[in-house]
């Protein structure tokens, strides 16, 4: 079992940044791929970012298009933390995020393929 806890999330104005935090408690937390994805008023759950575990080739890293070149993520398997910094913030990037783990070393984009969620945080971006 993985426990996820999110943290972070706030009010920003447009083109300001902010940074969450996913904390994980549990065994074998570095093989797995740790993923951001985010969920928008009124619209489905979609994916932002994520770390392969170990396990696979190497740790990579993937974004949605929406956001490369502004979140950065990061992975610190001795803290327990992935974290996920998000610069120049749109009003679009206003939504619930949530972290997610994949027994999968690789991981995806789909969110039905993780395992273990938080409860998210939430992050408003105003114009």
């Known amino acids: 079992q993985v426990q996820l806890v999110e943290s972070g999330g706030g009010l920003v104005q447009a083109g300001g940044s902010l940074r969450l935090s996913c904390t994980a ?3 074998t ?3 797995y791929a740790i993923a951001w994805f985010r969920q928008p008023p009124g619209r489905e759950r979609e994916f932002v970012a994520r770390f392969t575990g170990i396990g696979w080739n190497g740790v990579r890293t993937y974004y949605d298009l929406s956001v ?11 803290k327990n933390t992935v ?9 679009e990037d206003t939504a619930i995020y949530y972290c997610a ?4 070393s690789y991981g995806s984009t789909l969110w039905t393929d993780y395992d273990y969620w938080g409860r998210g945080t939430r992050v408003t971006v105003s114009s």
Not at 68 to 78: E, P
Not at 101 to 104: H, I, L, R, T, V
Request: a positive charge.
């Open 25 to 27: 408690s549990g065994r």
């Open 29 to 31: 937390y570095d093989r």
């Open 68 to 78: 490369k070149g502004r979140f950065t993520i990061s992975r610190d398997n001795a």
């Open 83 to 91: 974290s996920l910094q998000m610069d120049s913030l749109k009003p």
């Open 101 to 104: 783990a994949d027994e999968n």
